[in-house]
């Protein structure tokens, strides 16, 4: 049980383009889901706390308009790059947990491998 | 954000021996978490311990925290080839829905 799908697994876009990456719980609710930027060889960054039904809570640094998140339901969270630069070519993983405190696992996607050309 | 530093940053070791890795952490907690990463895939939570616990088995993994040093270590035996992987730790409290990771160990293991 719990598993989290990511999708897709690698995307290749032009600078200027936009990118949505999705991440669903199949068999599990998951009122938050963490969005999460790994650069190679370093550990998760944590760049969005997505909420469902409420605005997403951005790290400090991480640019609200260029990375849109979207909960729109228990099972579902999106991320969009906004106008693609290739400093935004990274890894991008997202997590689900399936209760609201700490003290409980988080459930990962698989990652996007995002490459901007 | 990261808290925890783990060492070593890398290991590599023969396929049968033991690997060993450990955490350190600043803030209180109230569970420590380990997690392993294949190249390039999501991360797959292994072990949870309370701060109330001080070792923990799972299978070939033992993990022991000590939160008077704010530490823990990761202990895989006899380890094989398919443990090669990045391991993190991770801290959580019971008010906090984040984790705070740390760097990583990246484990090797030679066939």
């Known amino acids: 049980g719990a598993v989290v799908s990511q999708h897709p697994s690698w995307v290749i876009c032009k600078s200027g383009t936009s990118v949505k990456i999705e991440c669903r719980s199949l068999?599990?609710?998951?009122?938050?889901m963490f969005w999460y930027r790994q650069f190679p060889k370093q550990s998760l960054m944590l760049m969005a706390t997505?909420?469902?039904?409420?605005?997403?809570?951005?790290e400090q640094g991480v640019e609200k308009d260029k990375f849109l998140i979207n909960h729109a339901s228990l099972t579902l969270s999106t991320l969009t790059v906004t106008s693609a630069h290739p400093e935004d070519s990274s890894f991008y993983i997202c997590?689900?947990?399936?209760?609201?405190?700490?003290?409980?696992?988080?459930?990962f996607g698989n990652g996007t491998r995002l490459t901007v050309t | 954000s990261q808290q925890g530093e783990e060492d070593p940053q890398a290991l590599s070791i023969q396929e049968g021996e033991n690997a060993t890795m450990n955490c350190s952490y600043k803030?209180?907690?109230?569970?420590l978490q380990w997690y392993r990463q294949n190249s390039g895939r999501g991360l797959v939570h292994l072990i949870l311990i309370r701060s109330n616990e001080r070792e923990k088995h799972s299978g070939r993994l033992r993990v022991t925290l000590d939160t008077s040093k704010k530490s823990s270590s990761l202990l895989i035996t006899a380890s094989r080839a398919a443990d090669t992987a990045s391991y993190f730790c991770?801290?959580?409290?019971?008010?906090?829905?984040?984790?705070?990771w740390g760097a990583g160990t990246k484990l090797i293991i030679k066939p």
């Open positions: 068999d599990f609710q998951a009122t938050t």
């Open positions: 997590s689900a947990r399936m209760g609201l405190q700490g003290n409980s696992p988080l459930h």
């Open positions: 997505s909420n469902e039904g409420s605005k997403a809570t951005y």
């Open positions: 803030t209180s907690i109230n569970n």
């Open positions: 991770a801290t959580g409290t019971d008010s906090n829905y984040q984790l705070i």
